[in-house]
């Protein structure tokens, strides 16, 4: 019912840009805060970045100052921009959403950085 699809992930060299979406199904998106998590081969799940329902937004240091997560309510959609790419960045990039009674997942999407 409660449905994430993320896109936009693809292939880049580095220093190069990408831009993630996430479209959610949820109704009242406006109200939920989100945010964009990685994986990569090997590692835990770990949090990028994230906006509450009121626009704050919180970046993990690995990306602050290159990533922006935004968010248009219009679109139930919540974006985040990966500029000056590295190849410690390449990882599926997952969004989630924090339920009133769990969090939900979208299936990832995979984001790869090299040369």
């Known amino acids: 019912q409660v449905q994430l699809v993320e896109s936009g992930g693809g292939l880049v060299q580095p220093g190069g840009s990408l831009r993630l979406s996430c479209a959610a199904s949820i109704t009242i998106f406006s109200i939920y805060s989100m945010g964009w998590y990685r994986q990569a081969p090997g590692k835990q799940r770990e949090l990028v970045a994230s906006?509450?329902?009121?626009?704050?937004?919180h970046y993990e240091d690995f990306v602050r100052g290159r990533f922006t997560i935004s968010r248009d309510n219009a679109k139930n959609t919540v974006y985040l921009q990966m500029n000056s790419l590295k190849p410690e960045d390449t990882a599926v990039y997952y969004c989630?959403?924090?339920?009133?009674?769990?969090?939900?997942w979208g299936q990832g999407t995979q984001v790869t950085v090299s040369s």
């Open positions: 906006i509450t329902s009121g626009g704050i937004s």
């Open positions: 989630k959403c924090s339920g009133f009674l769990q969090d939900y």
